[in-house]
């Protein structure tokens, strides 16, 4: 199942939904916004990476293989006055403080190689200048330019909605920010990497977890079927995103049927205009019930 990730690991997401589904979830059931970052922890391994956002973001990068990995938190920290609206900001992050197998010092002479955005910034304007001061420079803030480090962010959705009546600006948002910023201070254009839905790569991720997953499930399914790509005859996009979840669910196509709840973004009484579902449903219950419904006659 996809879920944004909040900056969370797949294990503790997976633990909170068991507890509100009453049912047992793999972390290998759960695939996240930030998931495709273990895929780089490979070439990024043993070099200095920063992550930013809510949560627990050094933890997520840390669980996938990255061992040399610091918070936006804690790398700001380091630099005196890198923050000029610091004096006037009146809350604290706890516990803000330099991973010990990186000392103050190797900050100073250590170049970042990678920013990677694991879920929504909290403090904006500190993380576009501490960002900025890293892309600018080549990895190393207050020093001569250089070539900009790698930059990846775990989505670039826009809007999101929460229990605010109107949708919230989300980690699109901040990227179109930093973007246009880093861009009126810098010679080069901002390059960066934007996984997550509606990329097509993330649906088509899903189906390749999914497929290794049927035989964990289905001892009775023959071992030929498991890597074949054909093996699904329907997959499901349940989302209440049409610019994000539908279109993605649309572009990548076969085998993905979209069903858009109106939960949260989409609030609409007819189908979206511009990135239409193949079923509008009032409710997730809804969703399941009409899957349910479906696969047992089809069966």
Known sequence: MFHAGGGFPEAKRASELSQILGINISPAQVLQGHSPFRQLASR???ELVVAAGKGEPAAVMSEYGFKNVLTIDEYASCFEHIDPLAPYKKWTTKNVKVNESTPRNDVFSERVQAAFIVSDPVDWSRDIQVLCDILKTGGLPGRNTGPQPSLYFANDDLEYQTAFPSERLGMGAFRIALESIFNS?????LDYTSFGKPNPSVFQNAEIVLRQLVPLFYNDV??????????????YMIG??????????????????SILTRTGVFKGKENHH??????VVDSV????DYILTKECKDS
């Open 285 to 288: 219950e809804e969703a399941v």
């Open 44 to 46: 990024f391994e043993n």
């Open 185 to 189: 201070i810098h010679s080069q254009p």
């Open 222 to 235: 023959p071992a030929k079927n498991h890597n074949n790509a054909q093996h699904f005859k329907t997959l």
């Open 240 to 257: 209440d995103n049409p610019a994000v979840d539908i279109r993605g669910a649309r572009q990548t196509g076969v085998p993905w049927f």
């Open 274 to 279: 511009k990135f239409p579902a193949d079923l």
